[in-house]
């Protein structure tokens, strides 16, 4: 809805919400594209691309999820707007609910709610930024005209566009979700597999429409408003692009190395979220509500906190869930309150809403010109309970944050177990911190409390890892039947795990008995011939196959194995094993194809295969 009033027609004072300095810097994004050039340096510098996970973690907590509390607060704090938005606040949040709910027990529901995340982010940014950019134009009474607002919105849906190219064409430094482990039947992102040459026309065309549609747009204005009234407008247009069309572009021609920091989707995430912290901040102070900047800003943590936290904790595998957090259930759940947020968001942030447009696009007004917000409230306590149920969600990640250092800083096994107790009553508890705490138990030689938590991660989710480092505590402990038990398990997770393959080996050589005594052998040969094949320089699989070679008579494979493993081992390894066909070689030994006066040298490799 343009407004009518002429460029300049509105004082400086309403030209801005928060002040000239918090618009600028944290509105319109100066604070980031400031920071662009420092984060390429300092990425060209140090060799550093990515964030570090302490990092990503704080600002979650700090920033991203009070933006995530601001709607909240926005849609659930009244009464006026619980029943305004009720479908949404009800009804989709309910369904919303079930989903998540599902999707801990269900890997494919759980990567559908991610993939739906990573392709509706960049979508909802762009629309975030399209948004404020109007704003600042009406507000500053710059008449935009349909056909210019329409080469505008056209230009941020191609720039959204071109970032879900760029993902789904496999550039995961534009998928900002926790990580899950890299191991089989855990969600991920769904690509849609489209071809090469497909995603480089679209590619091309959408950043050639981009360029032509800010280029019309700024020949349009340029009559209409002065340069220093367009200001705020170029710098979210900058941000945009920044956000999503440069990077978009780099990944497309694969020079996204060192720049990744500058352009990662966890700062980018920053400031977008600190962009709609401000907005929702001025429309709580300005829209009747008496509500003050400290008010609403604690609201917003406190109710942010507990989306981002209490979903996970009902759904732990010790409640009523079956997948810990960095097993999938940490990136459903940030995928879900993520989605949430966008439907709530595109319901309560429209400019054709008469409250909205008379507090965003006006200077704040005062007395009978404001919608009353708030209805009687009927039920004081149930409202002081959630909010004291959800201020009691911050105890979650202060006591993960305590716990997890004890657990690392700590020498003793009753700390450690009492930490994880901790963990595992709010949420916390993880596969992978259970891996961690039994390869130290491990590593000092302490067995059975390894094996214990080797076992628990195991429970939890089980992995070729957890599996693999498990049945080595069984190879120390003497227990081969157990142990070849866990190696097997480790490969059928993980058929690509050459140390399983080399450990499953190992154990069927240790229990061959004279009944099964061919059979463990060749098993054995097998498995260390695939080991081989995975990971070609493996030396001690090498020296296993040629002592099992030599046990079966078979000197002539033997050689041929090692004359192969010339090629792939480390030169550091090389003279041993010329020592090795040395001996073989006095000994009198040829290949099968020598034997036979034949230059079938690529038959016996495949027989050594």
Not at 333 to 347: E, K, P, Q, R, T
Not at 353 to 379: I, N
Request: with cysteine; aromatic share 10%; net charge neutral.
């Amino acid at each position: 809805m343009a407004t009518s009033a002429q460029p300049g027609s509105l004082p400086t004072r309403q030209s801005w919400l928060l002040g000239r300095a918090a618009d600028l810097f944290i509105g319109c994004g100066l604070a980031y594209l400031l920071s662009v050039p420092v984060l390429f340096l300092t990425s060209q510098m140090t060799g550093v691309t990515a964030f570090p996970r302490a990092f990503a973690a704080l600002v979650a907590l700090l920033i991203n999820a009070p933006h995530y509390g601001a709607t909240i607060v926005r849609v659930y704090d009244t009464g006026a707007d619980r029943k305004k938005y009720a479908f949404f606040a009800v009804y989709v949040t309910i369904a919303l609910a079930a989903l998540f709910a599902a999707s801990s027990w269900n890997v494919w529901i759980a990567s559908v709610l991610i993939t739906a995340y990573v392709v509706w982010s960049p979508w909802h940014f762009s629309g975030q930024n399209y948004g404020l950019m109007l704003m600042f134009l009406r507000r500053r009474g710059i008449d935009v005209d349909p056909t210019t607002k329409r080469l505008l919105y056209a230009s941020f849906v191609l720039s959204a566009g071109l970032a879900i190219i760029a993902i789904q064409g496999g550039n995961e430094a534009s998928v900002f979700a926790p990580e899950t482990l890299p191991v089989a039947n855990t969600p991920r992102v769904m690509h849609w597999n489209l071809p090469a040459m497909f995603t480089d026309t679209a590619g091309i065309l959408a950043f050639a429409a981009y360029l032509g549609c800010l280029f019309a747009a700024a020949w349009r204005l340029r009559l209409r408003a002065r340069f220093r009234d367009l200001v705020p407008a170029t710098l979210l247009v900058l941000n945009q692009a920044l956000w999503f069309t440069i990077p978009a572009i780099l990944a497309n021609g694969n020079e996204m190395s060192g720049t990744s920091l500058a352009f990662a989707a966890v700062w980018v995430n920053v400031a977008h979220s600190l962009q709609y912290l401000w907005v929702t901040s001025y429309y709580a102070r300005s829209s009747g509500t008496d509500t003050s900047l400290r008010s609403f800003l604690l609201k917003s943590f406190v109710a942010g906190t507990a989306v981002v936290t209490l979903p996970g904790l009902i759904l732990a595998p010790n409640l009523l869930g079956a997948t810990p957090l960095d097993a999938g259930l940490a990136a459903a759940l940030f995928s879900i309150v993520n989605i949430h947020h966008f439907i709530l968001d595109g319901a309560i942030w429209k400019l054709r809403d008469g409250r909205v447009a008379r507090v965003l696009l006006r200077a704040p007004t005062t007395g009978a010109d404001v919608e009353p917000l708030f209805l009687p409230r009927r039920r004081p306590w149930l409202r002081q309970l959630v909010w004291a149920v959800a201020a009691a969600s911050i105890l979650i990640p202060i006591l993960s944050i305590v716990e997890l250092n004890a657990i690392q800083s700590s020498t003793q096994s009753d700390q450690v177990d009492r930490a994880l107790r901790t963990l595992k009553w709010i949420g916390r508890e993880t596969t992978e911190m259970q891996l961690q705490i039994a390869e130290r138990y491990a590593a000092v030689g302490h067995h059975e409390k390894a094996i214990e938590h080797y076992r628990r991660s195991v429970e939890l989710f089980p992995t070729g890892r957890a599996w693999a480092g498990l049945g080595v505590e069984y190879r120390w402990l003497g227990d081969w039947e157990a142990a070849l038990n866990a190696f097997e398990a480790a490969v059928a997770l993980n058929p690509e795990f050459f140390g399983a393959h080399f450990r499953r080996a190992e154990a069927l050589l240790e229990l061959e008995s004279s009944a099964s005594l061919a059979d463990a052998r060749n098993e054995a040969i097998a498995a260390l011939k695939r080991a081989l094949e995975i990971e070609p320089g493996y030396s001690e699989a090498l020296a296993m196959l040629t002592r099992a070679y030599a046990e079966v008579g078979r000197n002539d494979l033997a050689l041929i194995a090692l004359e192969r493993a010339l090629e792939d081992v480390e030169p550091s390894e090389q003279p041993g094993i010329r020592a090795q066909i040395g001996r073989l070689r006095s000994q009198g030994v040829v290949s099968g194809a020598e034997a036979r006066g034949s230059p079938c040298a690529d038959c016996d490799a495949a027989e050594a295969r």
